[in-house]
């Protein structure tokens, strides 16, 4: 563990935040720029290695994804406040844990939301592949029912199905669950990130030991296989 781990603060007033709660809280905790600017290629991809154990090829691929949400030609940097500004580039319906923007442009937490999306693990103590699949699939389509907007492209699938991979390798337990193409995430520490924005150290939980990298690839796929079929996986206004 580094310093930063046990150095979180809450947001300060002026401080820019993203509808990434991984990005937020590697601002929380100063991997980045608290306030949430000039983050750049090289801040980025060592605040990754550093707090989650993301490879920094793969931090790298992340970092490239993200920087077009600067308007600015040829940026080299990005804010956290610009990855909410492109409606379905980062920012996208059916956030885990975010109200759509058509009824809160803000992005931030919202206890409902992210309440009916684990409404779907019931009693379990973990969060697997095919639970996640599932939970994230309806909890979109609960979504799409009460928004005239609600949009989910083929294009952003892998984005979004991207996040959900994320998450089940970095709050995955590898001594308990070694197979890395079948990650399964403690609840706790799940629900902890999202409520608090904060590293769930105080839980237990550390970086995952082998480093996150392109197997989490093998992921998304499993998690598109393994969604229920009786809902669809894009959706159109």
């Known amino acids: 563990l580094f310093p930063q781990h ?4 809450p947001l300060r007033q002026g401080d820019l935040r993203a509808p990434c709660p991984v990005m937020n809280t590697l601002a929380n905790h100063g991997f980045v720029p608290r306030n949430g600017r000039n983050i750049t290629r090289e801040s980025f991809v060592r605040a990754c290695g550093e707090a989650l154990n993301i490879l920094p090829a793969f931090a790298d691929n992340i970092f490239t994804t993200g920087v077009p949400s600067n308007p600015t030609p040829n940026a080299t940097f990005f ?61 979109a389509y609960d979504m799409s029912l009460i928004n005239p907007e609600f949009e989910i492209t083929q294009k952003s699938i892998p984005v979004i199905v991207g996040e959900n991979a994320m998450l089940l390798s970095i709050f995955s337990s590898p001594s308990e669950h070694p197979n890395l193409d079948n990650p399964i995430a403690r609840r706790d ?34 998690i598109i296989a393994q969604s229920p079929s009786d809902v669809p996986l894009t959706f159109s206004p």
């Open 79 to 139: 804010d956290l406040d610009m990855l909410h500004r492109t409606h379905g580039f980062i920012e996208h319906d059916g956030s885990l844990s975010r109200k759509d923007i058509f009824f809160d442009p803000s992005n931030r937490f919202d206890p409902e939301t992210f309440d009916n999306l684990v409404s779907y693990f019931g009693d379990s103590e973990t969060i697997n592949i095919s639970s996640l699949a599932n939970a994230r699939a309806r909890h």
């Open 6 to 9: 046990f150095m979180w603060e």
């Open 189 to 222: 520490w799940f629900e902890f990130f999202f409520r608090n924005e904060q590293f769930p150290v105080v839980l237990g939980w550390r970086p995952p030991s082998v480093a996150i990298g392109q197997y989490v690839g093998t992921v998304v796929e499993e």
